[in-house]
């Protein structure tokens, strides 16, 4: 059963989109995302950054409902979500594009966008629209998805997504193991979608593109948010600091302002990014 709530907002501060609380989620025993509390509103470019392992895909599975979570609260526009299965959140406009993309491979690029449809709301995105935003794909609709190269396949888990005409799109490694030009190709259509009104929240390693695209920076470390800032109010080398904890927050344990290592964490920072795989 879809969640009942009150009216729209207006996805400001006030009125949240999605509203985090203290959310805590485990591999097994293992804490893997720590008291982590946001809110994101409507028309944020939310990127979270940090090293592998900080909790990032597992926050985002927790907020798709593909995760549990072991406490906390997760609301929808002021609703409590926690415990909804992941096909209601989609059909309430919250969609995850996974990390390694998970499409049907022995579907075609057509099947692949078009089963999707059932499962989301009305909106602006259709076939059409996501064709239009994603022009690479019209020429491959009846090739098979586990025939197309790294780009492709990702341009196809993002048009799948955008087909349930999401509210909230969570993009989990966006540019992982692929070309830079494929890179390229992803965030030109991704830019389309943003002008669209579609609230983004993105992991991504590559911190060039993260100041590049995002609103905001949230910066993991070993499961909890060591940093939440606007983009224009945090450099790289205070980015890199959080990174690699070099900095933490005013007050907690081990902190310290960035000092004259940041320039060596931002050129290992720089050389983090997976190697490049696939092929355009």
């Given at each position: 059963?879809?969640?009942?709530?009150?009216?729209?907002?207006?996805?400001?501060?006030?009125?949240?989109?999605?509203?985090?609380?203290?959310?805590?989620?485990?591999?097994?025993?293992?804490?893997?995302?720590?008291?982590?509390?946001?809110?994101?509103?409507q028309g944020d470019i939310l990127a979270l950054v940090g090293a592998n392992g900080a909790g990032k895909t597992t926050l985002l599975r927790t907020l798709a409902g593909a995760h549990r979570a072991s406490s906390g609260t997760?609301?929808?526009?002021?609703?409590?979500?926690?415990?909804?299965?992941?096909?209601?959140?989609?059909?309430?406009?919250?969609?995850?594009?996974?990390?390694?993309?998970?499409?049907?491979?022995?579907?075609?690029?057509?099947?692949?966008?078009?089963?999707?449809?059932?499962?989301?709301?009305?909106?602006?995105?259709?076939?059409?629209?996501?064709?239009?935003?994603?022009?690479?794909?019209?020429?491959?609709?009846?090739?098979?998805?586990?025939?197309?190269?790294?780009?492709?396949?990702?341009?196809?888990?993002?048009?799948?997504?955008?087909?349930?005409?999401?509210?909230?799109?969570?993009?989990?490694?966006?540019?992982?193991?692929?070309?830079?030009?494929?890179?390229?190709?992803?965030?030109?259509?991704?830019?389309?979608?943003?002008?669209?009104?579609?609230?983004?929240?993105?992991?991504?390693?590559?911190?060039?593109?993260?100041?590049?695209?995002?609103?905001?920076?949230?910066?993991?470390?070993?499961?909890?948010?060591?940093?939440?800032?606007?983009?224009?109010?945090?450099?790289?080398?205070?980015?890199?600091?959080?990174?690699?904890?070099?900095?933490?927050?005013?007050?907690?344990?081990?902190?310290?302002?960035?000092?004259?290592?940041?320039?060596?964490?931002?050129?290992?920072?720089?050389?983090?990014?997976?190697?490049?795989?696939?092929?355009?």
């Amino acid at each position: 059963m879809s969640a009942v709530r009150p009216p729209e907002g207006e996805g400001n501060p006030v009125n949240p989109l999605l509203t985090i609380e203290s959310l805590n989620a485990h591999h097994g025993q293992l804490p893997a995302v720590r008291n982590v509390s946001l809110q994101v509103c409507q028309g944020d470019i939310l990127a979270l950054v940090g090293a592998n392992g900080a909790g990032k895909t597992t926050l985002l599975r927790t907020l798709a409902g593909a995760h549990r979570a072991s406490s906390g609260t997760v609301r929808w526009q002021g609703v409590d979500i926690t415990r909804m299965p992941a096909n209601e959140r989609v059909a309430e406009g919250l969609a995850l594009v996974p990390e390694g993309r998970r499409l049907f491979t022995g579907m075609t690029v057509r099947e692949n966008l078009l089963v999707a449809r059932a499962a989301g709301r009305r909106g602006q995105w259709s076939f059409d629209t996501v064709l239009d935003a994603f022009p690479q794909l019209a020429p491959k609709l009846n090739a098979k998805a586990g025939e197309l190269s790294g780009g492709q396949q990702q341009a196809v888990a993002i048009g799948r997504a955008l087909m349930t005409n999401p509210r909230v799109l969570l993009l989990d490694e966006v540019s992982l193991g692929l070309s830079p030009l494929a890179v390229q190709g992803v965030y030109e259509a991704l830019r389309g979608v943003m002008g669209q009104g579609t609230t983004l929240v993105l992991v991504e390693q590559d911190l060039q593109r993260v100041q590049a695209v995002a609103s905001r920076i949230v910066c993991m470390l070993e499961g909890s948010v060591v940093a939440d800032a606007p983009a224009d109010q945090l450099t790289r080398a205070q980015i890199t600091a959080f990174y690699f904890g070099a900095q933490r927050p005013e007050g907690a344990p081990g902190s310290h302002t960035a000092g004259s290592a940041d320039g060596e964490a931002a050129n290992h920072a720089s050389h983090t990014h997976p190697a490049h795989k696939e092929a355009a």
